[in-house]
């Protein structure tokens, strides 16, 4: 990822190409199939001045000379204004998000194949919640036996993957 552009590396770090995208903002997830990244408009604010956040994927393209992304044939998955955290795990991307900005952060599990956005955790007031990421190079979601982690100030949070069943792992008490 280098300002509007996607690159594609050899394991040497040699850039074999460039692909440009315009206002690129964060490339979150490359799989097999897809590669999954957010463009920040710039000419598209909010009330509270937010940037519109765009979620695409392109198919990787693979080809008998390596993968060639097919950018003509990005798929807009969903916008918003307010998206704190966001990790792909196929075939769901899971994302915090709120209505609007201040407002506490609901966690989101939505499905390409359907384009169907669930809220996670309803009734759940989440302070300050981010997913716990593995702490790597390649960073990448925490992920133990099928299931994502979510923190905030004072819990920790399971998520299984496939259905996005959640349940509370770790409390702290104030006091």
């Known amino acids: 990822l280098d300002k509007n552009y996607l690159l ?3 394991p040497d770090g040699t850039t074999v190409k460039r692909f440009y995208i315009k206002d690129l903002y964060e490339l979150y997830r490359v799989t097999d199939q897809w590669i999954y990244y957010c463009v920040y408009r710039e000419d598209d604010m909010d009330d509270e001045n937010c940037r519109l956040s765009e979620v695409y994927r392109v198919p990787t393209g693979k080809k008998a000379d390596g993968d060639h992304p097919a950018l003509e044939k990005k798929e807009l998955l969903f916008t918003s204004y307010h998206i704190t955290d966001l990790c ?12 609007m900005e201040g407002e506490e952060k609901i966690l989101y599990r939505y499905d390409p194949e359907t384009k169907q956005t669930v809220p996670l955790m309803e009734g759940e007031k989440l302070e300050e919640p981010s997913f716990a990421w593995k ?10 036996q099928g299931q994502l982690f979510l923190l905030d100030e004072n819990s920790l ?19």
């Open 135 to 144: 702490k790597q190079e390649d960073k990448g979601p925490l992920m133990l």
């Open 8 to 10: 594609q590396k050899k």
């Open 157 to 175: 949070y399971s998520i299984e993957a496939d259905n996005g069943e959640c349940r509370q792992v770790f409390h702290v008490s104030k006091g």
């Open 88 to 99: 792909v795990l196929d075939p769901y991307i899971f994302y915090l998000d709120s209505e």
